[in-house]
């Protein structure tokens, strides 16, 4: 019978009261007990009856509340085993339910966690969360990688751990009025790096996100490293500078001479000199025109070496060779030391003799008269062949040293035009030989001559004479 609990409580009442009339009367009919002693007896029986009942009752309760106490400490593994329709049955239905659901959130929060915890690991932004009173909930690895951190930042104001008010005051604004902000920072502190910050508030609840003017529980920070994106326009912006004006020089004097002609200079004697003239600065133009797309070249995906085994000595010979007439012109000395017939190197021929012709025309280029100038093959341990060209010219300052493989890059610009240089010949020999696999580097006193260096991967086995060159 599915009675609310207290008509239940009712009728159980009722029953005992009968019983104990019953007993009394039963007692007193068949037994001739006097009043007093069918009473007592009687109302004992009922006692004990009652005193049972209600230990079965209170059973229960105390399995119930037992097991409210243990989903308190966290435990959600048992359930409660009573089984009866009544409210006691129904009660523990409700929290054995209410433990499942219970687990599941649990669940999923825990997985929503771990989701949101492998996020913020694998980000490369930094992120960092401010509770409603602005103090540090929660950063992830990247952002103390970023702000190069290493001190406990939580529970701080994100003033102390990177003391800058700009940031603090975003995130004051995003608290106090829910408003978002973006911005570019440089920290001083991390060499100068350049940070895009995103401040958003954090909303009391998630339909309202992205409300604005209203008080917020806390706020987000998220840190986007774009130090090398600036450093990178930067090379751009320079590099298009540096290409036009390289380009307007040749093409301004081109004009010139070409406008003095038609102004009537063709007929006079000068005009084969300005002729010549043009035809030297379309040269210099053409000669700037390859090498940069020479080095674009370099640069793209598709760019593979045809690499083969080179053996070396015959190879620099005939290096040489290419460059004796201009050397022979400045009677400047070309030698090579002296090289083991076996000792190749697995190269692309036509770009190891770019490499080589470039470092030797600058060579020639920047020794004087009478001066000595000489490529030397050796290897340097199992791995590698070092190569480098020596000369005794004018040398290079020592601060420009660091600069010298940079595109249009010249000690002594003036001279370097001069000379027939584009300011390309190092940067196309720096992306050659690192394409190769090895590294290029200088060293030279000012006054007494330059040598510079390269390293490219030796072949180990002995070569046939077919693959000689
Ligand atoms: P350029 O076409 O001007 O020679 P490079 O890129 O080949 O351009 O060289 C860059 C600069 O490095 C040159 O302008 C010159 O100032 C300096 N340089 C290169 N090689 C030598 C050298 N052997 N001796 C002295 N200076 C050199």
Redesign the pocket.
Known sequence: MNLPFQNKLMVLFIFLLLGLLLIQGYLIYFFKKSFFFSSSVSLLIILCLAYLLVRILTQRIQKIREMARRLVAGGLEREIHIFSNDEWGEIAKAVDEMKIRLREKIEEVSRERDYLQTILKGMTEGVLVVDERGRILMVNDAFQKILSLSLEVLDRAPLEAIRNTELEEAIREAIQQGKNRAFELTFPLTGGKTLEVNVVGISPSYEESGKEGEKKRGAIAVFHDISRLKQLEKIRQDFVANVSHELRTPLTTIKGYAETLLEGALKEDIALQFVQVIKRHTDRLTKIVEDLLMLSRIETKEFQLKTEVISLPNFIDDILEFVREPAEKKKISLSRNEIPSSLAVLADRSYLEQILI??L???I???PEGGKVMVLAAEKDSKDIEFS?E?N????PRE?LSR??ERF?????G???E???????????KHLVQTHGGQVWVE?QLGK??T?YFNLPKHSTNISPNNAA
């Open positions: 470039n470092l025309d600058n060579a280029k920047y020794t060209v000369d010219g004018i040398g290079i420009d010298i493989f890059y010249r000690v002594d610009k001279r370097s035009k000379l027939g240089g584009t300011g390309l010949g190092l940067s196309i020999v030279s001559g330059s510079f």
